[in-house]
């Protein structure tokens, strides 16, 4: 948390030196910053921080490879003559805890298209899920735990 505090000032600093107090600027003198921290990570960085981005970046590349993917399949079966459906809500056992990745995880799911979380069961275990099509729902069960999950549990943990 400190190198990330660390990396906002540197931020700020190149801001205020710059003199354009403009969102793009914030966020490229943060690239910057996060670019020196790499550079000088052994004496006064942390190499958990880095980690941490590159966990977070490899789980938004997943998620906008699953969005595409949905999106596509979700395409040929609206426009498909002969729309074979088996819509229907199977429950995901949860392996993430903190409300924070069940929310995520179920805010993943939500927006890639074909599936729609509808509920966490009230003791935090299970997540019911829609599917457009759910005629295998154990396939979508293991997709769901190898993939966000995954990679929600390797993030932020």
Do not use: Q
């Not at 977070?56 to 003559?81: D, G, I, N, Q």
């Amino acid at each position: 948390m400190t190198v990330f505090l660390f990396n906002l000032l540197l931020a700020i600093a190149w801001v205020a030196v710059t003199g354009s107090a403009s969102l793009l600027n914030l966020v490229f003198g943060f690239l910057l910053g996060t670019l020196a921290l790499i550079i000088i990570r052994e004496p006064f960085g942390s190499t958990g921080y880095l980690r941490r981005v590159r966990l977070v970046l490899s789980l938004a590349a997943l998620f906008l490879k699953e969005l595409s993917l949905s999106a596509w399949k979700v395409t040929v079966t609206v426009l498909s003559p002969d729309m074979k459906l088996k819509p229907g809500i199977f429950a995901f056992p949860l392996t993430v805890t903190s409300d924070f990745e069940i929310t995520l995880l179920a805010n993943l799911i939500t927006l890639t298209p074909g599936t729609l979380s509808v509920d966490v069961s009230p003791d935090r275990r299970t997540l019911y899920v829609h599917a457009l099509d759910c005629s295998d729902p154990e396939a979508t069960k293991r997709g769901i735990a190898n993939g966000f999950e995954r990679k929600i549990m390797e993030a932020f943990r």
